[in-house]
């Protein structure tokens, strides 16, 4: 015969005898018999156990088997059948001591993330401070089966929100992380797909798992990622050697993947972010720390067959019997505060879960994830995110975190905790936590309709032998905001380290709203009188500054097709930024609307995706001295003196171009210079000033029609085919004049630096960018010349390669919104985000006989944003600078959202 194979289950009892904490465990032994029961319990922790056990005892259990004359094994066994026996009728009732209505007992497993662990979708990434579906449809089913519209302002990885938008609810949420978000917006898209759509994305995700490794090696480590490690977390090694080159060639491939199939990367990306920390040094146990020698023998997991089977996992959900959304949740913001700047929602459900005062740093726990999305740049971004999160852990307490308001019942605790506890950040921590959660439910009430329900789950912690009731302060504090708790349900008992009784809640409440309605107080725009004065006399249209010379000399620093005339600027930022304001412009190109605010004194931001508009606006944003550029031309012709092409960069020359091959618009000497700076920058990224100055003035002068050009005769703006002879121009001296003419032209005393991000706009934001009294902005219009094309010979010197040019433009916004629109609403959300109240966004925009992007916008950014205004000027006045091809712009558009 053949033995049957057993399984087994260890769970800690604290009385259990023996010598050590990690000994005091009682194995349980599940036979073929078992199999079902073991499939239920082996994934619940200890405490969840004793609970179905009905004890936390040890010796308890082994008296009431003795008592019954069983073998304690089968004794537990009996005990975990018959209680998972009443919970799968889920409708155990009991009466909590002191309260005389019956509660609900919902299965214990259901309110962890791991009652939805295994099931599709929600298995692609392990997000164990959640909860499953289950719970909510169960919520749903008995606190709210007449909810219309629901929110969840602390969605995670978005478990509400889905299953609200199952069931055809309108869904909102809030996430503030950018991890949760990304996954959350992946999901959605992907269950948004009809049935063939998805498989062709599933046989897609094969065919990359299939060559995986090989594509891996095909490219080069991310430089940029790299290096936003090393500024982010300096000398820490989360990563082997041979796993860190992985995961940055990874990042590359990504992003080639994307330029033509971004969805097909999105998935992909959602793979490589579940295996990140499980393929790292790292191991999320609680909180994001590193393994153990054991823990890096016995658990290590290789990236590549890792990357593999997650690929596999999303593969066969997507392409399975998928849940379809009646609904397409939509993410109202990130930091449910900002509510408090949206018009009124009609919410009529809230199912949440805030983040649990247990001492947990969300946002360290998933610091590997944020930097592989590009979201940490600097040590400064983390503390940046955890500035702006809850406060649910001693290392999230600043000075700049003062409670607005502290309930009396949680002044009481946190007096007990400053007599006992160990750390004065832990009294400081208890005291933000319940004023920021206060806050957030103070400003959701605005968007409740009468009688809203609002189920909220919480979990109670102790510090220092001082218990924290977190469902009661909570209760307390938001009876004071017009919260009514009709229902509490314990939900799972457990214990602290110092077996203080703890306990996870959920809350239902009604809200009622106050007997008058909500009055909206418009904010004074400063602004009005100065754009009625814009649209009356035009003045950019005016003497002097119609003229085509007109403005600061570092404006032509390099020349730059599809530039936003000076003078527009000017007057833009002078009408809707105040004196010391700021300003931040997401489709900056070279910088022409940061510049202008710099000049006049504004605080300047600025994103661009092209390597050439990065560095140029760059250069302008800073004061660079005469002296550092020196120092970089010096270098750099140190390197054009000892070095020479190779054959391969030779070749590219005579094969590439577009209105004419590389190698003709250069004396074969010229060639030979232009290559080498080429490689230099390549080898050398400009991270200074003086390095940005002195590669845009280059880039500027690569060609022309003038004798400052280094080509033959061609066009300053787009290099068209070239004629007239061939003539050695000497690199370094004409960079040297160009430089030199550049810095002749003195900043303003007002002049404040500003900053530029190599950065999608339809990305994450950086988080130091907020408090904005104005976004002002043109994007590329709809039917515009391709910038990509009239650019390519400096974006060829900046880095691109011939297949670039059929990739990178895919994933610029003038290609993507011939798709849909809808790209911008990223834009806007996080504009309406990082404004201040008042804050104003401004488009300047083309119209068209095909496109009115003023009309789509409009009708995008109400979600966020009233309209003040939209303008029309005609096109009638602007210059040709000797191209031929304009486009079909009939009218340029002023678009003003407040």
Same mark, same amino acid.
């Given at each position: 015969?053949?033995?049957?194979?057993?399984?087994?289950?260890?769970?800690?009892?604290?009385?259990?005898?023996?010598?050590?904490?990690?000994?005091?465990?009682?194995?349980?032994?599940?036979?073929?018999?078992?199999?079902?029961?073991?499939?239920?319990?082996?994934?619940?922790?200890?405490?969840?156990?004793?609970?179905?056990?009905?004890?936390?005892?040890?010796?308890?259990?082994?008296?009431?088997?003795?008592?019954?004359?069983?073998?304690?094994?089968?004794?537990?066994?009996?005990?975990?059948?018959?209680?998972?026996?009443?919970?799968?009728?889920? /409708?155990?009732?009991?009466?909590?001591?002191?309260?005389?209505?019956?509660?609900?007992?919902?299965?214990? !497993?259901?309110?962890?993330?791991?009652?939805?662990?295994?099931?599709?979708?929600?298995?692609?990434?392990?997000?164990?401070?959640?909860?499953?579906?289950?719970?909510?449809?169960?919520?749903?089913?008995?606190?709210?089966?007449?909810?219309?519209?629901?929110?969840?302002?602390?969605?995670?990885?978005?478990?509400?929100?889905?299953?609200?938008?199952?069931?055809?609810?309108?869904?909102?949420?809030?996430?503030?992380?950018?991890?949760?978000?990304?996954?959350?917006?992946?999901?959605?898209?992907?269950?948004?797909?009809?049935?063939?759509?998805?498989?062709?994305?599933?046989?897609?995700?094969?065919?990359?798992?299939?060559?995986?490794?090989?594509?891996?090696?095909?490219?080069?480590?991310?430089?940029?990622?790299?290096?936003?490690?090393?500024?982010?977390?300096?000398?820490?090694?989360?990563?082997?050697?041979?796993?860190?080159?992985?995961?940055?060639?990874?990042?590359?491939?990504?992003?080639?993947?994307?330029?033509?199939?971004?969805?097909?990367?999105?998935?992909?990306?959602?793979?490589?972010?579940?295996?990140?920390?499980?393929?790292?040094?790292?191991?999320?146990?609680?909180?994001?720390?590193?393994?153990?020698?054991?823990?890096?023998?016995?658990?290590?997991?290789?990236?590549?067959?890792?990357?593999?089977?997650?690929?596999?996992?999303?593969?066969?959900?997507?392409?399975?019997?998928?849940?379809?959304?009646?609904?397409?949740?939509?993410?109202?913001?990130?930091?449910?505060?900002?509510?408090?700047?949206?018009?009124?929602?009609?919410?009529?459900?809230?199912?949440?879960?805030?983040?649990?005062?247990?001492?947990?740093?969300?946002?360290?726990?998933?610091?590997?994830?944020?930097?592989?999305?590009?979201?940490?740049?600097?040590?400064?971004?983390?503390?940046?995110?955890?500035?702006?999160?809850?406060?649910?852990?001693?290392?999230?307490?600043?000075?700049?975190?003062?409670?607005?308001?502290?309930?009396?019942?949680?002044?009481?605790?946190?007096?007990? !905790?400053?007599?006992?506890?160990?750390?004065?950040?832990?009294?400081?921590?208890?005291?933000?936590?319940?004023?920021?959660?206060?806050?957030?439910?103070?400003?959701?009430?605005?968007?409740?309709?009468?009688?809203?329900?609002?189920?909220?789950?919480?979990?109670?912690?102790?510090?220092?032998?001082?218990?924290?009731?977190?469902?009661?302060?909570?209760?307390?504090?938001?009876?004071?905001?017009?919260?009514?708790?009709?229902?509490?349900?314990?939900?799972?008992?457990?214990?602290?380290?110092?077996?203080?009784?703890?306990?996870?809640?959920?809350?239902?409440?009604?809200?009622?709203?106050?007997?008058?309605?909500?009055?909206?107080?418009?904010?004074?725009?400063?602004?009005?009188?100065?754009?009625?004065?814009?649209?009356?006399?035009?003045?950019?249209?005016?003497?002097?500054?119609?003229?085509?010379?007109?403005?600061?000399?570092?404006?032509?620093?390099?020349?730059?097709?599809?530039?936003?005339?000076?003078?527009?600027?000017?007057?833009?930022?002078?009408?809707?930024?105040?004196?010391?304001?700021?300003?931040?412009?997401?489709?900056?190109?070279?910088?022409?609307?940061?510049?202008?605010?710099?000049?006049?004194?504004?605080?300047?931001?600025?994103?661009?995706?092209?390597?050439?508009?990065?560095?140029?606006?760059?250069?302008?944003?800073?004061?660079?001295?005469?002296?550092?550029?020196?120092?970089?031309?010096?270098?750099?012709?140190?390197?054009?003196?000892?070095?020479?092409?190779?054959?391969?960069?030779?070749?590219?020359?005579?094969?590439?171009?577009?209105?004419?091959?590389?190698?003709?618009?250069?004396?074969?000497?010229?060639?030979?210079?232009?290559?080498?700076?080429?490689?230099?920058?390549?080898?050398?990224?400009?991270?200074?000033?003086?390095?940005?100055?002195?590669?845009?003035?280059?880039?500027?002068?690569?060609?022309?029609?003038?004798?400052?050009?280094?080509?033959?005769?061609?066009?300053?703006?787009?290099?068209?085919?070239?004629?007239?002879?061939?003539?050695?121009?000497?690199?370094?001296?004409?960079?040297?004049?160009?430089?030199?003419?550049?810095?002749?032209?003195?900043?303003?005393?007002?002049?404040?630096?500003?900053?530029?991000?190599?950065?999608?706009?339809?990305?994450?934001?950086?988080?130091?960018?907020?408090?904005?009294?104005?976004?002002?902005?043109?994007?590329?219009?709809?039917?515009?010349?391709?910038?990509?094309?009239?650019?390519?010979?400096?974006?060829?010197?900046?880095?691109?390669?011939?297949?670039?040019?059929?990739?990178?433009?895919?994933?610029?916004?003038?290609?993507?919104?011939?798709?849909?629109?809808?790209?911008?609403?990223?834009?806007?959300?996080?504009? /309406?985000?990082?404004?201040?109240?008042?804050?104003?966004?401004?488009?300047?925009?083309?119209?068209?006989?095909?496109?009115?992007?003023?009309?789509?916008?409009?009708?995008?950014?109400?979600?966020?944003?009233?309209?003040?205004?939209?303008?029309?000027?005609?096109?009638?006045?602007?210059?040709?600078?000797?191209?031929?091809?304009?486009?079909?712009?009939?009218?340029?558009?002023?678009?003003?959202?407040?």
């Amino acid at each position: 015969m053949v033995a049957m194979a057993q399984n087994y289950k260890a769970v800690y009892f604290p009385d259990f005898p023996a010598e050590t904490a990690k000994q005091r465990s009682v194995t349980l032994a599940f036979g073929s018999r078992s199999g079902k029961l073991y499939e239920y319990v082996k994934d619940l922790s200890s405490e969840e156990i004793r609970l179905l056990l009905g004890s936390d005892s040890y010796q308890e259990l082994r008296d009431a088997a003795a008592v019954q004359d069983l073998p304690l094994n089968t004794y537990c066994l009996r005990q975990l059948r018959a209680a998972i026996s009443r919970l799968a009728e889920r /409708r155990v009732q009991y009466t909590l001591p002191g309260l005389d209505v019956g509660r609900q007992l919902f299965d214990p !497993l259901v309110v962890t993330f791991r009652g939805g662990a295994k099931e599709p979708f929600r298995r692609w990434y392990p997000y164990l401070e959640g909860y499953s579906p289950e719970y909510v449809r169960m919520i749903f089913s008995e606190y709210a089966p007449d909810a219309h519209i629901v929110l969840d302002p602390f969605a995670g990885t978005g478990t509400t929100a889905f299953t609200a938008a199952e069931q055809g609810k309108t869904a909102y949420f809030c996430e503030i992380n950018p991890v949760l978000q990304f996954i959350t917006q992946v999901k959605i898209h992907v269950r948004r797909l009809d049935s063939s759509t998805r498989a062709s994305l599933a046989d897609a995700l094969g065919e990359v798992s299939k060559g995986i490794e090989g594509q891996l090696g095909a490219f080069e480590a991310d430089y940029f990622l790299s290096k936003a490690y090393q500024d982010t977390f300096g000398d820490s090694e989360f990563f082997d050697e041979s796993v860190y080159t992985c995961v940055l060639k990874a990042r590359s491939l990504i992003d080639y993947v994307a330029r033509e199939h971004p969805f097909l990367a999105d998935l992909l990306t959602v793979a490589i972010l579940s295996v990140l920390v499980p393929c790292s040094q790292m191991k999320r146990a609680g909180d994001l720390r590193y393994k153990t020698a054991r823990e890096k023998r016995t658990q290590q997991v290789q990236f590549i067959p890792a990357i593999k089977r997650a690929i596999a996992q999303i593969a066969q959900d997507i392409q399975g019997d998928v849940n379809g959304l009646k609904t397409e949740p939509i993410l109202l913001c990130e930091d449910a505060r900002s509510l408090s700047q949206l018009p009124p929602l009609g919410i009529d459900t809230v199912i949440t879960s805030p983040p649990y005062v247990n001492g947990t740093n969300y946002f360290r726990n998933t610091k590997i994830e944020l930097w592989f999305l590009r979201c940490l740049h600097n040590k400064h971004d983390l503390a940046t995110f955890r500035a702006a999160a809850v406060t649910t852990g001693i290392n999230d307490v600043t000075s700049r975190k003062t409670p607005t308001t502290c309930h009396p019942e949680v002044e009481k605790v946190v007096r007990a !905790l400053e007599q006992r506890a160990y750390d004065a950040r832990i009294p400081a921590m208890i005291a933000s936590y319940f004023s920021e959660v206060a806050d957030i439910f103070g400003i959701i009430r605005n968007h409740l309709t009468s009688r809203a329900t609002v189920a909220i789950d919480i979990g109670d912690s102790s510090y220092a032998g001082v218990h924290v009731p977190s469902d009661y302060l909570l209760t307390v504090c938001l009876r004071d905001l017009g919260y009514s708790l009709s229902q509490e349900i314990v939900l799972r008992r457990r214990k602290s380290r110092s077996s203080v009784p703890l306990k996870q809640s959920l809350l239902v409440f009604k809200y009622r709203q106050p007997g008058q309605p909500r009055r909206v107080t418009e904010t004074q725009q400063f602004w009005g009188p100065g754009w009625e004065t814009f649209k009356e006399r035009l003045p950019h249209q005016q003497q002097p500054y119609a003229r085509r010379d007109w403005g600061h000399a570092l404006h032509s620093l390099c020349s730059y097709s599809g530039k936003l005339k000076p003078a527009i600027a000017h007057h833009l930022v002078q009408t809707f930024v105040p004196i010391g304001g700021s300003v931040l412009d997401p489709f900056a190109g070279v910088g022409t609307i940061p510049f202008e605010a710099a000049l006049q004194g504004r605080l300047a931001y600025g994103f661009d995706l092209s390597p050439v508009a990065f560095v140029v606006a760059s250069a302008k944003l800073q004061n660079v001295a005469f002296q550092d550029c020196a120092k970089v031309i010096q270098k750099l012709k140190e390197y054009i003196k000892t070095n020479e092409p190779i054959v391969e960069e030779l070749e590219e020359t005579r094969r590439f171009g577009f209105n004419g091959k590389i190698a003709e618009y250069y004396h074969p000497e010229t060639l030979r210079e232009v290559l080498l700076a080429r490689r230099y920058f390549r080898q050398h990224p400009p991270e200074t000033a003086a390095e940005k100055l002195v590669l845009s003035c280059l880039l500027h002068i690569l060609h022309g029609n003038r004798p400052y050009a280094l080509s033959r005769r061609s066009h300053p703006l787009t290099p068209y085919r070239p004629s007239g002879p061939f003539e050695y121009r000497p690199l370094v001296g004409r960079l040297w004049e160009k430089v030199n003419r550049s810095l002749k032209a003195a900043l303003p005393p007002e002049f404040q630096a500003g900053k530029m991000f190599l950065q999608d706009a339809t990305g994450w934001w950086p988080r130091d960018i907020n408090g904005l009294d104005a976004v002002i902005t043109s994007p590329p219009f709809f039917d515009s010349t391709r910038f990509y094309l009239a650019n390519w010979l400096r974006l060829w010197f900046a880095g691109w390669s011939e297949s670039d040019f059929h990739t990178q433009p895919l994933s610029f916004v003038d290609e993507r919104q011939k798709q849909s629109f809808e790209i911008y609403a990223p834009i806007l959300r996080q504009a /309406r985000e990082r404004l201040k109240p008042g804050g104003v966004v401004v488009f300047h925009l083309g119209k068209s006989i095909k496109c009115d992007m003023a009309a789509h916008l409009k009708e995008i950014g109400k979600r966020w944003f009233k309209v003040a205004d939209i303008f029309d000027e005609s096109v009638a006045h602007c210059e040709s600078h000797g191209i031929r091809d304009k486009g079909t712009v009939t009218a340029h558009q002023y678009l003003a959202l407040y």
